[in-house]
């Protein structure tokens, strides 16, 4: 083969290849294209090349590459490491022609791939020069010669030989192709501009080549292909097809260049503005040393050191917030980290840890403020004044068990945790702020209702971006006491999703053997809540996990007797909706019978809200009538309320005698988590084949009461006159009306059966008579739940006899002396007693 300026190059890199240690590197591919000249090519292809590629024999050995194509027309430096190779490489050495196929292994993580694993098609290529490496590998420069076919493998040790064909790129010139080259030029040329790792060199010597195919291959070689695209190059046969690939990839990667540019650049600008910035505040610190004065950090840092002292920390909290202040004074301004240590920082000076408000332990003052915020609820406030007592005495004598011996495990517990449970409008949530004035202390309010997430109460970790302590610090701060009256409203009403449990981070927080020492995810240092009064509220006890229950002291509160709601209305209602009306005490009065006929016939509720919003109702038209000059003042009676208000939304006292003056139906009394209601049970009979149907929304427990209710007196016919085919030839309809809301529990087992007794036997249920309790088969009453609650409904409705189970007696113990007064009640047994009492006699 003659010698060319292309090999004389060739030797002259791989001479100072030897020098520098042979680092195999793109760059001596690229430096080695540097040499190609149009001149070379075409002696190649018109003279030499052509007598090379004659004597190219049909039969060589197979060096598969991993991860890697070689075209024709460009050299490629390769390291070689398996055993066999290096034998194939010593053994094509000693070859005059030094050729060998170079073909691409479809799967680059093989070690040592066989025929099938390799592409058949390939490049015979020669071997320029090779080096030795001390590790035992050999590193050699190849030149792609011309793209061949493999036929067939003729063995395969000790490595891989096979018959082979040439297989040259088809000819083609036209417009089409030259525009397309003088384009890959061009985009080769952009690249190179935005890809500094490009040598000058290589740029020109692509931008000097003419033909096409060759200058896809130096291309191709130099970008950054996909091993199938990259092979899929090689294997296209026209130079049209070569070249469209190729552009395309290009196109996109000159897209991909620019869009990197662009980032860069923004990159690099805001990398100039942090710079700036930093080199104008060094200068700002050196002005301001100069002048002695302090930089903005320094004041920071010392400000932050002498809120830390007068705070009055606990040992840890303190240690940690020293360490913070330490790493803050050591971090530039700009930096993030700079702004979330900060924020810390402001938390931890800014909390109460040593700010306490000092209790008014005198009980009478406590007593005076309780009665002047609320009317009865004497339970609550016989509790709130126990409290006061047990801190006043033990502040008296302190000094009587300081000789005692400490015990770590049953230490004295500060804090105490409340919860008021019952229907709305009772004054759940007005009674924490009344206990706080009481005390002398700070009343702070959270609502719990919807809360979902666990850190709502003990915070985010700081490693979140915009991450803060949880409601019980943030309430802390807002208060700025450590020991103040915490209102956790709607506690019933928390919630339960993917990011936890709220109620079980509760369970630390509500707990007096645990809480001095509360650990917010944020703040990371024990918090003592021990000399917080935590009182929660709640309209029902079993949402509320029994872990939670446990933990807390239950207080319930009923609904108001007709007398409280007046008394109410009278000592706080009424003169509320004056002063937010703007109304002078002589321009409005209420008489006894308005207030009456507004309680029993426009409310029917267990607390004030409805009474109070009708309140404000009349007020307002008063008020419109006066600012009309059509009145100067108004005493409300029985016609203006009706004029005001409208038609009664409730029926009065009467309406228990109207609905059970037909045989069939009975008044019942269920409990709900709004108070106490009059249910009614009607019952019918039409002739059928013992059927039994249940309507009004009524759940699995109810069913089965009247199921029960059934049974029994299936199984007691005879006693109560009825014939053997009686049920086998009639069908029963139990309703309950109010059809739209859900029913549910056993309470109602008595009222049923009574139903029942009533259709069949068509007595009527004596007037004014309503009931409650669970019935067996048996027949036995069995004690309920709710009794207050549904008491106070009877009386409401107007009921002036309730049956009760005999052992729900001691219940009654609860009750209003004026409710024991208005009605008759009855204790029963067995459901026997309830129709004998209930049910009116034979005529």
Request: with cysteine; hydrophobic share 40%.
């Amino acid at each position: 083969m003659p010698a060319s300026r292309w090999n004389t190059e060739v030797l002259e890199l791989l001479e100072w290849i030897e020098q520098t240690d042979f680092a195999v590197h793109d760059f001596f591919s690229r430096t080695m294209l540097s040499s190609i000249s149009n001149e070379d090519v075409r002696g190649e292809e018109e003279g030499s090349g052509e007598t090379l590629l004659a004597n190219i024999p049909v039969t060589l050995p197979v060096l598969p590459l991993r991860g890697l194509v070689v075209y024709p027309h460009t050299a490629v430096p390769l390291t070689i490491g398996q055993p066999r190779s290096i034998r194939l490489v010593d053994d094509v050495l000693t070859e005059d022609d030094r050729l060998v196929v170079l073909v691409a292994s479809r799967n680059p993580e093989l070690e040592a791939p066989g025929p099938e694993d390799l592409y058949s098609v390939g490049t015979v290529s020669t071997v320029h020069r090779l080096f030795r490496a001390p590790d035992g590998t050999i590193r050699l420069l190849v030149q792609g010669m011309a793209r061949c076919r493999i036929k067939e493998f003729e063995h395969e040790e000790p490595y891989l030989r096979a018959n082979i064909e040439l297989s040259p790129v088809i000819t083609e010139e036209s417009l089409e192709i030259e525009a397309m080259a003088r384009k890959m030029r061009d985009q080769f040329f952009h690249i190179a501009e935005m890809a500094p790792s490009i040598p000058h060199e290589l740029v020109e010597a692509v931008m000097a080549l003419d033909d096409p195919i060759q200058i896809a291959y130096n291309v191709a070689t130099f970008q950054d292909l996909d091993l199938e695209d990259a092979q899929e190059l090689l294997e296209l046969d026209g130079i049209s097809k070569k070249l469209h690939k190729l552009v395309s990839f290009m196109t996109r990667e000159v897209e991909m260049l620019e869009i990197g540019q662009k980032i860069q650049r923004q990159a690099r600008s805001e990398i100039g503005k942090v710079q700036r910035e930093y080199f104008l505040r060094e200068q700002l610190k050196a002005i301001q040393t100069e002048l002695g004065e302090k930089d903005e950090q320094t004041v920071e840092v010392g400000e932050f050191r002498q809120k830390i002292e007068a705070a009055e920390m606990p040992e840890e909290a303190e240690k940690q917030a020293l360490h913070e202040l330490d790493r803050i004074s050591h971090l530039p301004t700009a930096s993030a980290e700079y702004g979330v240590i900060r924020t810390y920082l402001d938390w931890m000076v800014s909390l109460p840890w040593s700010k306490t408000t000092e209790d008014n332990l005198a009980i009478d003052h406590a007593r005076q403020v309780l009665d002047e915020d609320h009317y009865g609820l004497e339970d609550i406030k016989e509790r709130v004044l126990e409290f006061l007592a047990v801190r006043k005495m033990r502040k008296e004598r302190a000094g009587e068990f300081e000789t005692q011996p400490e015990d770590d495990i049953r230490q004295i517990r500060e804090g105490v945790i409340l919860c008021f449970v019952g229907p709305p409008g009772v004054g759940k949530t007005s009674l924490g702020r009344s206990i706080a004035r009481s005390m002398g202390r700070k009343f702070i309010r959270t609502s719990l209702g919807g809360i979902r997430d666990e850190a709502e109460i003990r915070g985010h970790r700081r490693t979140y971006i915009g991450s803060m302590p949880g409601r019980i610090i943030q309430s802390l701060r807002r208060v700025e006491s450590n020991n103040p009256v915490f209102m956790l409203d709607e506690i019933d009403k928390l919630g339960q999703g993917y990011r936890g449990d709220p109620t079980s981070a509760l369970l630390e927080v509500l707990d007096p053997e645990q809480n001095s020492e509360f650990r917010d995810h944020y703040m990371e240092i024990a918090y003592d809540l021990s000399k917080t009064m935590f009182i929660t509220t709640a309209n029902l006890l079993e949402p509320i996990p029994a872990p939670l229950r446990d933990r807390m002291e239950i207080i319930r509160l009923s609904g108001y007797t007709d007398k409280e709601k007046k008394a109410i209305a009278k000592q706080y209602l009424i003169p509320r909706q004056m002063r937010e009306n703007g109304l002078r005490t002589e321009e409005i009065s209420f008489s006894d019978d308005a207030l009456q006929i507004i309680i029993r016939s426009y409310t029917r509720e267990a607390g004030v809200r409805n009474l109070e919003r009708e309140l404000g109702s009349i007020c307002r038209k008063v008020v419109t009538q006066i600012a009309e000059g059509k009145i100067e003042s108004l005493e409300i009676g029985l016609e203006k309320v009706r004029e005001f208000l409208g038609r009664p939304k409730f029926f009065g006292t009467e309406e228990i005698a109207e609905r059970t003056s037909i045989p069939g139906v009975a008044a019942g009394l269920a409990w709900t988590s709004t108070g106490g209601e009059v249910l009614f049970v009607e019952a019918t009979l039409m002739p059928g084949n013992n059927k039994f149907q249940l309507t009004g929304s009524l759940g699995d427990v109810m069913k089965e009461s009247a199921q029960a209710a059934l049974s029994y007196l299936r199984s007691r016919a005879e006693d109560f006159g009825l014939e053997n085919d009686f049920f086998a030839a009639h069908d029963i309809h139990l309703h309950v009306p109010a059809g739209a809301q859900p029913k549910d529990g056993p309470s109602a087992g008595v009222t049923m059966a009574t139903a029942l007794i009533s259709l069949i036997s068509g007595r009527l249920v004596r007037e004014g008579v309503s009931m409650t309790g669970e019935i067996t088969l048996r027949g036995q009453v069995l004690p309920v739940g709710g009794i207050k609650e549904k008491v106070l409904a009877a009386y409401r409705a107007g009921s002036t006899i309730v049956l009760l189970p005999k052992r729900n007696q001691a219940d009654l113990e609860d009750l209003p002396e004026e409710i024991l007064e208005a009605i008759d009640f009855i204790f029963v047994e067995t459901i026997e007693d309830v129709f004998e009492i209930s049910l009116e006699k034979d005529s």
